[in-house]
T-cell receptor, first 114, second 113 residues
Framework: QQQVKQSPQSLIVQKGGIPIINCAYE??????FPWYQQFPGKGPALLIA?????SEKKEGRFTISFNKSAKQFSLHIMDSQPGDSATYFC?????????????FGKGTRLSVIA | DGGITQSPKYLFRKEGQNVTLSCEQN?????MYWYRQDPGQGLRLIYY???????QKGDIAEGYSVSREKKESFPLTVTSAQKNPTAFYLC????????????FGPGTRLTVT
């Protein structure tokens, strides 16, 4: 119930391609869904987050799509660049319902090749 | 300059020694967290604290201890009881525990030989 399942584990795309990373959850109390980007040897950085009152959110080249009925959400990176090569984590937590920390997916290692 | 600092960046210890990792934040956040990261394992929660003088075990608390005597500080002690302590340790903080933006420090890489 507390898990967030993330796929794929790793992904290689050509520069300019659109990598898509998917996450699925079971707990219907989850209603805050952030994505984090981590470069090797650094801490994760918050990239973009969505709440379930919208089905899509864009920030620059990064887009989250959210499907509440399927309990799935995904990250799309438009016009991917070699500098986007990093590990991406999805996460989820409930809003305002107790004190449940973020539950993280296991991460997706993205490589964008020129 | 607001943020989360972790020190040191690299730490080396001999097996059987306790070691304390530092985490300080000046974001005035109430909640703080410790995660462990191993290759291909994602982020695993060790301990978290919502307020001063209170903390809760995460998924992998065995062999670790924490304290929260000040709002801005949340040190983690890796004890000799931790069977496999070599890992990348990440500290994070947020305004609240649920549904709020969580910010991470730069991490400490601990190597125990």
């Amino acid at each position: 119930q507390q898990q967030v399942k993330q796929s794929p584990q790793s992904l290689i795309v050509q520069k300019g391609g659109i990598p898509i990373i998917n996450c699925a959850y079971e707990n219907t109390a989850f209603d805050y869904f952030p994505w984090y980007q981590q470069f090797p040897g650094k801490g994760p950085a918050l990239l973009i987050a969505i709440r379930p009152d919208v089905s899509e959110k864009k920030e620059g080249r990064f887009t989250i799509s959210f499907n509440k009925s399927a309990k799935q959400f995904s990250l799309h990176i438009m016009d991917s660049q070699p500098g986007d090569s990093a590990t991406y984590f999805c996460a989820a937590s409930p809003m305002n319902s107790g004190n449940t920390p973020l539950v993280f997916g296991k991460g997706t290692r993205l490589s964008v090749i020129a | 300059d607001g943020g989360i600092t972790q020190s040191p960046k690299y730490l080396f210890r001999k097996e059987g020694q306790n070691v304390t990792l530092s985490c300080e934040q000046n974001l005035n956040h109430d909640a703080m967290y410790w995660y462990r990261q191993d290759p291909g394992q994602g982020l695993r929660l060790i301990y978290y604290s919502q307020i001063v003088n209170d903390f809760q075990k995460g998924d992998i608390a065995e062999g670790y201890s924490v304290s929260r005597e000040k709002k801005e500080s949340f040190p983690l002690t890796v004890t000799s009881a931790q069977k496999n302590p070599t890992a990348f340790y990440l500290c994070a903080s947020s305004m609240g525990t649920s549904g709020t933006e969580q910010y991470f420090g730069p991490g400490t890489r601990l190597t125990v030989t």
